[in-house]
T-cell receptor
Framework: NAGVMQNPRHLVRRRGQEARLRCSPM?????VYWYRQLPEEGLKFMVY????????ESGMPKERFSAEFPKEGPSILRIQQVVRGDSAAYFC????????????FGPGTRLTVL | AQRVTQPEKLLSVFKGAPVELKCNYS??????LFWYVQYSRQRLQLLLR??SRESIKGFTADLNKGETSFHLKKPFAQEEDSAMYYC???????????FGTGTLLAVQP
């Protein structure tokens, strides 16, 4: 089991462009979580998804950010019209169905907005 | 409000010295508390959780509900313990984790 995969590992965008971050959960995992880490801060929860459903998006900014976890393929975190303040490390985690549900983290995508 | 506080950004100790990484939390219900560790160039991984009451790599952590603390302790630090340590809380039905800002542990030879 290769673990949670994220790509790209580094992403550079200019202000106004779109950023797409991908997360492939571990085999057998049906729950995906996205966290953001701004410089000098801890990880902050953004969104929790199961296949084709958003369970909790309480940490997502109201505008420009969206997430999906389709029936087939990776989970995608999409940021439209990026601004400098979006520069951060974005981590994805996955967990299997059932309880307790330990979250396994990916290596993160470091987004830099120029 | 749900919050996790790690007051120390950096903790530097000598090899063989005791280590205590502080973590305090704020949560109105019955939380689950975790310690995650990130070694250099590696991904974040679970170190231990309070419900397991286990010792991993010599580390232990006891949940003190009266003081709302979950400090991480090890009696004798090793150089390979040098890493970033995050305390986290899970509360509510959605399984989301609330992290502290982390403490960098540096163990000097």
């Amino acid at each position: 089991n290769a673990g949670v995969m994220q790509n790209p590992r580094h992403l550079v965008r200019r202000r106004g462009q779109e950023a797409r971050l991908r997360c492939s959960p571990m085999k057998g995992h049906s729950h995906v979580y996205w966290y953001r880490q701004l410089p000098e801060e801890g990880l902050k929860f953004m969104v929790y998804l199961q296949k084709e459903n958003i369970i909790d998006e309480s940490g997502m900014p109201k505008e420009r950010f969206s997430a999906e976890f389709p029936k087939e393929g990776p989970s995608i975190l999409r940021i439209q019209q990026v601004v400098r303040g979006d520069s951060a490390a974005y981590f994805c985690a996955s967990s299997p169905p059932g309880s307790p549900r330990e979250q396994f983290f990916g290596p993160g995508t470091r987004l830099t907005v120029l | 409000a749900q919050r996790v506080t790690q007051p120390e950004k950096l903790l530097s100790v000598f090899k063989g010295a005791p280590v205590e990484l502080k973590c305090n939390y704020s949560y109105s219900g019955s939380p689950e508390l975790f310690w995650y560790v990130q070694y250099s160039r590696q991904r974040l991984q679970l170190l231990l959780r309070h419900i397991s009451r286990e010792s991993i790599k010599g580390f232990t952590a006891d949940l003190n509900k009266g003081e709302t603390s979950f400090h991480l302790k090890k009696p004798f630090a090793q150089e390979e313990d040098s890493a970033m340590y995050y305390c986290a809380l899970r509360g509510g039905a959605t399984n989301k984790l609330i992290f502290g800002t982390g403490t960098l542990l540096a163990v000097q030879p």
